[in-house]
């Protein structure tokens, strides 16, 4: 039992080693063994759990560690997410980590009560591997962390754990520009219809429930924060964007709000006959930006198109419903969109 307990100290090394530079130094084999150890420790929790005394007794040497025992069930899982966020993870290391997570076995065989490689060993041979390339591109990686991530809250929620808490922690160690990009790609992969979700499964094979949705606590991270949802809609293309707001009424409605304040804060300069920012150092959009938005939601879904139609005549009859260009923006982009429209019609 000695030895398991020294075993299971090694939990929060390989954890830390995981989120360092000292990836870079991994091959598949490294990568292999390191997910082999998380399996093992995964295995010590299932044996464990029902034995008070022997699982107290690793609650408490983890503890020393600032982990818990269920740290120990759940290994793989952080695992696999702190390697995800780690961008010194070589091509082929991150390439068999994609395929270990995302096509695990049907039926995983019985795993004995044996480390895969004694914890002494393990962590010098973490340096001793050479990248020679660069990461997976970032839409792949993105996709695979999003579909990680979407998996780990449906457990969570199957488990009555607290999904919530456990989203904000996951995005909050991600850079925001790619936690939106994170939370976009998991926002595609549930499919929504009318006001609630469809039971259907997504390309990641994630079934969308109703009250509690996944997709429901995804919008409620991105929305409850204006400044950040900005930041979002700043950060993303604007036909992803528009993706987004086909599946998703509740984003469709705070992203057409966010673009018409956008609208508003622009001026129009005579001199130069076009619509300027009124305050150049801010972050809201130009006018190309604005009307490359509205065109991308005019090219989405019939509702949505619809929808944006209608939110800018009513826009531009509010702002005196003026039929010539340079008086009021919403005519103008209005405009603009019929054009586009109708151009593409044609062709």
């Given amino acids: 039992m000695e030895a398991v307990l020294e075993q299971a100290e090694q939990l929060p090394a390989l954890l830390a080693v995981s989120r360092s530079a000292l990836v870079r130094d991994w091959d598949p ?18 044996r464990f759990r029902t034995r008070p005394r022997l699982r107290e007794a690793l609650g408490r040497r983890l503890r020393r560690g600032q982990l818990r025992f269920a ?35 049907l039926q995983p065989p019985e795993r004995p009560l044996q480390p895969p490689l004694q914890p002494p060993e393990l962590l010098p041979l973490l340096a001793r591997r050479k990248a020679a390339a660069r990461l997976l591109p970032s839409p792949s990686q993105g996709q695979a962390e999003a579909q990680l991530l979407l998996r780990r809250l449906r457990e969570e929620e199957e488990e009555e754990g607290e999904a919530a808490g456990l989203l904000s922690r996951a995005l909050e160690q991600l850079p925001q520009p790619r936690a939106f990009e994170v939370v976009a790609a998991a926002l595609l992969l549930v499919k929504q219809g009318g006001d609630g979700e469809q039971g259907g499964s997504s390309p990641g094979g994630i079934q969308a429930t109703g009250n509690g949705s996944v997709a429901g606590l995804l919008l409620s991270w991105l929305l409850e924060n204006t400044k950040q949802f900005s930041a979002f809609c700043l950060h993303l293309p604007g036909s992803l964007l528009a993706s987004l707001a086909s599946h998703h009424s509740q984003l469709s409605r705070s992203y057409l709000d966010l673009l018409t304040s956008w609208g508003s804060q622009l001026l129009y300069d005579p001199l130069q006959g076009l619509w300027v920012k ?13 009307r490359e938005r509205f065109i991308c939601l005019c090219q989405g879904s019939a509702l949505l198109k619809g929808q944006t139609q209608a939110a800018l005549k009513l826009l531009k009859a ?6 010539v260009r340079g008086l009021s923006v919403w005519t103008d982009l209005l405009m603009e969109v019929e054009e586009h429209l109708k151009k593409e019609a044609e062709h």
């Fill in 318 to 323: 509010r702002d005196g419903d003026f039929e």
């Fill in 71 to 105: 740290h120990l069930g759940r290994c793989p899982q952080l695992l696999g997410l702190a390697l995800l966020e780690n961008r010194a993870l070589p091509p082929a290391a991150c390439r068999r980590l994609l395929h270990r997570l995302l096509q695990p076995p």
């Fill in 29 to 46: 084999l490294t990568l292999d063994r390191a997910l082999d150890w998380a399996r093992y420790f995964q295995h010590l929790h299932d």
């Fill in 278 to 290: 009124g305050c150049p150092d801010k972050a809201e959009l130009s006018w190309e930006g604005l």
